[in-house]
């Protein structure tokens, strides 16, 4: 689907110049100081919707029954899940297919991005091991309960 980018003012001065482009095209109105708004008829969200839910559904199946080749398509997708140990890289296969479900059966993606922003981070963690060394030892509170920033 062609993705066509006007300024929320173009569509405040012209709404059916820009309405008229959603006949083939979805519409990205760009506002300044605020995240952007995407604009598509509802019935290809609809279909879009019921189609990635009917993949995610697909995708849990395969994670139950095949979790070797899930894993593997996984791994190749999210190439930073080498640097997970075993264990934990396990752990978010087994994680992954359950949040895409449980996202898709509230039709809001946005906890999944943030599922894998986490992963990825402790992904970064494991790939420097001195990093992840001094976050696994003790930790001295210091400064009325509060953290220090850390050095360096």
Do not use: C
């Not at 095209?25 to 008829?41: E, G, K, T, W």
């Not at 995610?56 to 190749?76: D, F, M, N, Q, W």
């Not at 359950?98 to 494991?126: C, M, N, P, R």
């Amino acid at each position: 689907m062609q993705v066509i980018e006007r300024t929320f003012s173009e569509f405040l001065r012209h709404p059916k110049e820009v309405v008229a482009e959603l006949d083939n095209s979805d519409v990205v109105l760009r506002r300044r100081s605020a995240p952007a708004l995407h604009l598509r008829h509802a019935d290809r969200e609809n279909a879009r919707s019921e189609a990635f839910s009917g993949i995610t559904r697909v995708l849990r199946h395969l994670s139950l029954h095949y979790p070797a080749a899930v894993g593997k398509s996984l791994s190749e997708a999210y190439p930073w899940t080498k640097y997970l140990p075993d264990d934990e890289r396990e752990q978010f296969l087994e994680e992954f297919a359950q949040e895409l479900a449980a996202a898709a059966s509230i039709g809001d993606f946005k906890a999944v991005a943030q599922f894998l922003h986490e992963w990825k981070a402790t992904a970064e963690v494991h790939a420097d091991p001195e990093l992840a060394r001094r976050l696994a030892g003790p930790h001295e509170i210091t400064h009325g309960g509060r953290v220090p920033r850390p050095s360096g």
